[in-house]
């Protein structure tokens, strides 16, 4: 009995000693397999890099994505739309033998900007702005243009230079071109010739244009053939008595410019005729000029140049009514230069015509028509900053030894003088009404002293 227990605890020990190395055996080997899955699966993770750039406009190949590309792995993700020559971000699954695994794709631009110079000729001046020295500009994003070193100053830098321009794009991507520039230097202003000063009447149906004023006008500078002409006339007012400035503007291309004022007269309709033809104006003004010359100093006052002006066509130009035409101020003031002999208009012509030349502002005033009475003219002078009467007609010679005229009158006084001095006064500057009378000799064609000049 005790060798048949001996015998059945061999039979599980014979067992225990077979199955056991076996079990073992087993169970390393399933341990082992899962070791080195584990290792081929983390190698295939260690070998994806997390995120790639890639260069618009180039291919999306596999390599790009992993340090050592997995055997067996091929794209999950279709990349056949995606448009590589877009700025934008992806995500990238791939399949690694029946492992998935993802990196993150972006699109970016490492290309700086590129443009074709557009080489400049100009004048000194203000630099163009920097979007206008290139063309061709290409990029896939928007582009900053200016200049690399800062604007030029192509006013004192002339001749052949080469500025550089920088693009940048959003990604800050920068390149340079250099624009080749040619800078004239031109720092000559034009001249302007055939100036004109106008007259009007203010109830005339006719307008000056701005082709009028211009008619005649030329300029000529040193390097721009034709230089631009303008004329600012927006002061003038051809409805209401007085004179007007217009200014004359002549620019070359480097933007040099010349001004030139002259004038519109506008007068009553009653103020003796208006000079429109140009070539009498200036026959005029020159006869006024060579006589003013030889009665008048540089240092007078204008209240003692126009007193000379009076007292010498007083006593020059003598009184005669039929010896003047009545075809305009200019016309007349010529015949009674050059026969020395006028009627009452043709001698305030004439004052008027050396009043002009002096730079003194004067109007022709004409009477109201008087039964009875013939037309008369006189002056109304700007003098020491006011407006008065000046009337060069010979009045009381019989009662002085020289003769008496109206000089510096105030409406009060010239209504008070010999004859009939009623006129308009609309339209007409405000006269003054302080009396200067005491110190004016229109007897020896002098100025008192003590005359109150006022302060400049």
Known sequence: MSAGKKNKFSIIRFLGLLLMPLLAGGALGVFFAFGMYSHFIGSIDASVIPEVELEYGHPITIEKFFTRVPVNTTFVTDINQIDTGKLATYQ??????????????????????????????????????????????????????????????????????????????????????????????????????????FEHVAKDKDKITKDDYLEGVKATDDYTSMPKIDVDYSKVNLTVVGKYPITYIATDKAG???????????????????TTNQKDLNKALALAKTQLAKITKSKDTDVVKAMNIYYWVYHHIYFSTGATPYKG??????????????????????????????????????????????????NLVKLNGEWYHCDVQIYMQGLAPRGFFCFMMTDKEIAKAPTNHSYAKKGFPKRSTKSVQKWVDVYNGKIKSGFPYKKK
């Not at 230079?161 to 920068?174: A, F, Y």
């Open 329 to 378: 101020w200019a016309k007349a003031a010529i015949s009674a230069f050059t026969k020395k002999r006028a009627s009452c208009y043709g001698r305030a012509c004439a004052c008027k015509a050396m009043l002009d030349v002096a730079g003194i502002e004067n109007y022709l005033i004409m009477r109201k028509r008087v039964p009875g009475l013939r037309i008369h003219n006189w």
């Open 92 to 197: 990238i699954w791939f399949d690694c033998g029946g492992h998935n695994v993802s990196s993150i794709l972006k699109v970016v631009d490492k290309t700086a900007p590129t443009a074709d110079p557009v080489p400049v000729d100009m004048y000194c001046g203000k630099a163009p702005k920097a979007d206008m020295l290139v063309k061709n500009v290409f990029d896939l994003t928007e582009v900053k243009i200016e200049y690399a070193e800062g604007t030029p100053d192509l006013v004192m830098n002339t001749g052949d230079l080469i500025i550089p321009v920088k693009l940048t794009d959003e990604d800050g991507n920068s390149s340079i071109v250099e624009v080749p520039f040619k800078v004239t230097d031109d720092h000559t202003p034009p001249v302007l010739e055939g100036i004109q000063t």
């Open 256 to 274: 040099n410019r010349t001004e030139v004022e002259s004038s519109v007269t506008v007068y009553r309709t009653y103020n003796g005729g208006v």
